[in-house]
């Protein structure tokens, strides 16, 4: 796609986001009270910025104006958090963390995949050059301590020479023998054939029935040639099989990654261009137009001066600099309109006086009866307004930037500058209003004294001693300051302020409590979607399952996408380090400052549920699992709104922990269920395929999917890598693999019964969250019941008070 492209692509991506917009703002008014048509409100909403993130996300990655680029990602930041918003309204609404969109996906026309949430490219390819030095430092310090993985598949060991010149010698006699046999072979054939040749000599050979014996044979398989070939068209036609060369990639596809590959040198060459543009334009415009302005607002000032000395009779008092000097008085505004405020604000001050004096008679007390009744009225009145969408805190940047948009890119002319380099006079108009508040502050500093000058000269006026007032109460301030920062410098203590960021990362890393990460991308999880979309949004997170489907792997996979750095602070990875309770302490301090400077950051606490034990199994008590119960919460504390660190938890035994607790820590828990048929269809082809394994008609993937009903897909991975070895993978241009080679493996594992998946619905229905969604499910009985005890209660109450 060309730049033209990509900025069609843009106007259309922002004449949707604003008819959304108008809609969203004509809904956000609106009260209802059907569930039903304000979950499709929120789901459409919710579809449609998906598909609006989707186009941004293309175009802020593909175009290659700087300018454009900003707007852009401002839009797409308020973009990304208005999908934040929705969910979490949906999650309230219908009490789940599980939508189903697909009555809507089939109305708007759009199938499942445009549903997906891409992660945008940016958080990797801003901070590329980091993560790749991390890596490095990472891999050395494991490499020192020993603890790197190498990457050879076979490693070679020294051998005696007799025991060399033995192994030589097997090899040989071995070849030797095949030779032999196959000799031995070809022998017996020929006179296998010479026998044959005589029996047949002895009777008449019929030459037309050998014809029609041979017309017979051939005709018979072309005739099956063209039938299995039809067959494989008909699949491809009707999307059941790929078509030919559908794995293989296309000279189109690498001749639009090197395309990209360009458009991406081309956006970091005019980047730096407008980045020295910033600079050299306004040192030009500060040579240039600097003395103008200088000179226009000592103007303006003066003017100023005089007519509020014309119109009120005194001079009028200067601006501090902490209110913003001049700039106040003048933001935007022509003198005329300067001096029609003076006049407004000086009839203002008379009206206030007069209403002053005029105020004698007070309004009397309402009585408590009237009180309540407008009590009882204002719930009333609440009750039937029914639900109203909660305000939003990203509506208005997405606003600001359409604004931004229609006002300066929609019907902008940029024949001239083909490359999409930037635009200088934007430049010049942003640079202008820098360099007007930066000569005001030195032209505020000229005016007052000039003030001062004009007030001994013309009125005569004496200066009261205000400053000494001013200095002392200034003082008090800064003690009640210094106060506060004393009691913070006691609560948020650093333990390590003599210490650098590189020798603790070091420290944690040869402590095994900072891991490398796998390299694994959301897309390698197969199965259910709305998993990963959740994981990074909130500060902390759960994910429950059995074992097997995936639950570390998501871990991996979200620092692999967000270049995160990841913590494992597991039960078992923490005992015996950091003893005690001062080294506890130390090993939080360390692994919170090192995350929240190197940020983003996982912590992964594995098999959570030890953690918050009920009951502590007397084989484990000398691992201390309970050892960071009483201080997550104290971390999750510490952690600011603007602090990129995520808690990940992960159990495949949730039941064994204190519920209470468990939930204080988590804010969201997502159970990962084992996979359908659909997602087991799928894995069983993918996994096969990433070792090595030849895909044919002879393997029958859909009764693998069948069989495997219950299994997880850690299972399905052991299972493939257990077939498949290298001897295998070589066979199979001659053997084909069949389904009954995974199978038999498959009798010797066990799968997740239905009453494990029973037992993790019935801990969640436990939880916060299941248990308001039953109590929606039974319709609010329970709440009604509540309020109408409470009622008489008070009924009651009053009675005895009567008495």
Not at 96 to 123: M, R, S, V
Not at 348 to 368: D, I, L, Q, T, W
Not at 603 to 626: H, L, N, Q
Not at 677 to 693: P, T
Request: glycine letters at 6%; charged letters at 35%.
């Amino acid at each position: 796609m060309s730049n033209a492209m990509y900025n069609k692509m843009w106007h259309q991506t922002q004449d949707t986001l604003n008819s959304l917009l108008d809609k969203e703002s004509q809904h956000m008014m609106e009260s209802q009270n059907n569930q039903i048509f304000i979950f499709q409100m929120l789901a459409t909403f919710y579809i449609k910025y998906v598909q609006i993130f989707r186009n941004l996300e293309d175009v802020y990655d593909q175009i290659v104006h700087p300018q454009k680029r900003i707007l852009i990602r401002k839009i797409l930041d308020g973009v990304m958090g208005r999908l934040l918003e929705l969910k979490n309204e949906m999650v309230e609404l219908e009490l789940t963390e599980f939508h189903y969109f697909d009555d809507i996906l089939q109305d708007l026309k759009l199938a499942p995949q445009q549903l997906d949430i891409p992660i945008p490219k940016y958080f990797l390819k801003e901070k590329l050059e980091v993560i790749k030095g991390r890596e490095k430092i990472l891999a050395q310090i494991l490499a020192d301590i020993g603890l790197d993985i190498p990457d050879k598949k076979y490693t070679t060991k020294s051998i005696p020479l007799e025991e060399a010149v033995k192994l030589i010698q097997i090899a040989e006699r071995a070849r030797q023998g095949r030779l032999r046999a196959m000799f031995m072979k070809q022998i017996f054939l020929q006179e296998y054939r010479a026998k044959q040749a005589r029996m047949l000599g002895e009777k008449v050979i019929d030459m037309g029935a050998a014809a029609l014996q041979i017309q017979k044979v051939w005709r018979g398989f072309s005739q099956c040639q063209k039938t299995k070939k039809q067959r494989e068209e008909e699949m491809i036609f009707l999307g059941m099989d790929p078509p030919p060369l559908f794995n293989e990639v296309s000279a189109t596809i690498i001749q639009a990654e090197k395309v990209s590959s360009l458009r991406n040198e081309t956006q970091v060459k005019h980047e730096e261009n407008y980045r020295k543009a910033l600079v050299t334009i306004k040192n030009d415009l500060k040579l240039i137009e600097g003395p103008d302005i200088k000179e226009n607002l000592q103007d303006q000032i003066r003017h100023w001066f005089i007519e509020c000395r014309n119109l009120t009779g005194t001079f009028p008092e200067y601006p501090n600099v902490e209110e913003g000097g001049s700039a106040i008085i003048f933001s935007n505004k022509t003198p005329q309109q300067v001096t029609e405020d003076i006049i407004a604000n000086q009839e203002e001050e008379e009206k206030n006086k007069k209403k002053k004096k005029n105020k004698k008679a007070k309004k009397p007390k309402k009585p408590k009866k009237e009180k309540e009744k407008k009590g009882a009225k204002e719930k009333n009145k609440e009750e039937d307004e029914g639900w109203k969408m909660s305000p939003s805190v990203f509506l208005p940047t997405m606003q600001e930037g359409n604004n931004v948009y229609k006002d300066l890119w929609k019907n902008k002319d940029e024949s001239w500058n083909f490359p999409q380099n930037y635009d200088p006079e934007l430049i010049k108009q942003e640079k202008r209003k820098e360099l007007e508040s930066e000569i005001r502050v030195q032209v505020d500093e000229l005016m007052r004294q000039e003030l001062k000058n004009l007030k001994l000269a013309v009125d005569r006026e004496k200066e009261y001693p205000v400053k000494a007032g001013k200095k002392k109460g200034g003082k008090k301030k800064k003690k009640g300051k210094k106060g506060k920062k004393g009691k913070r410098g006691k609560k948020d203590k650093d333990l390590t302020a003599d210490r650098t960021i590189e020798s603790l990362y070091k420290e944690l890393v040869e402590e095994g409590l900072l891991i490398q990460a796998l390299k694994v991308n959301l897309s390698d999880y197969i199965g259910s979607a709305t998993v990963h979309e959740k994981a990074p949004l909130v500060k902390s997170l759960l994910l429950a399952g059995p074992s097997g489907v995936g639950k570390k792997m998501l871990v991996h996979a979200i620092c692999t996408e967000t270049g995160a750095n990841l913590f494992n602070l597991s039960a078992a990875n923490i005992a015996g380090k950091y003893p005690g309770k001062n080294g506890l302490q130390m090993m939080l301090h360390v692994v919170v400052k090192v995350a929240r400077e190197l940020q983003p950051s996982v912590v992964w606490i594995g098999d959570t549920e030890k953690t918050f034990y009920k009951r502590v199994p007397s084989a484990e008590r000398m691992m201390e699992p309970k050892r960071l119960k009483k201080q997550l919460p104290k971390i999750l504390r510490l952690l600011k709104p603007d602090d990129r660190i995520l808690i990940v938890g992960t159990t495949q035994r949730p039941f064994d922990a204190e519920l209470q607790s468990f939930c204080k820590v988590y804010q969201k828990i997502i159970l990962v269920p084992r996979p359908d048929y659909a997602s087991r269809f799928v894995l069983w082809k993918q996994i096969i395929q990433r070792n090595g394994g030849i895909i044919t008609n002879a393997l029958n993937i859909s009764c693998l999917a069948k069989i495997t009903d219950g299994f997880t897909q850690g299972h399905i991975v052991e299972v493939v890598k257990g077939v498949l070895t290298d001897r295998r993978i070589r066979q199979q241009n001659y053997k084909p693999l069949m389904a009954a080679e995974f199978i038999a493996m498959l009798t010797s594992m066990s799968p997740v019964y239905q009453e494990e998946e029973e037992s993790f619905k019935d801990w969640y229905a436990k939880t916060p969250m299941g248990k308001k969604r039953a109590l929606a499910l039974m319709g609010g009985n329970t709440e009604k019941e509540k309020d109408k005890g409470k009622k008489k209660e008070k009924k009651g109450k009053k009675e005895k008070k009567k008495k």
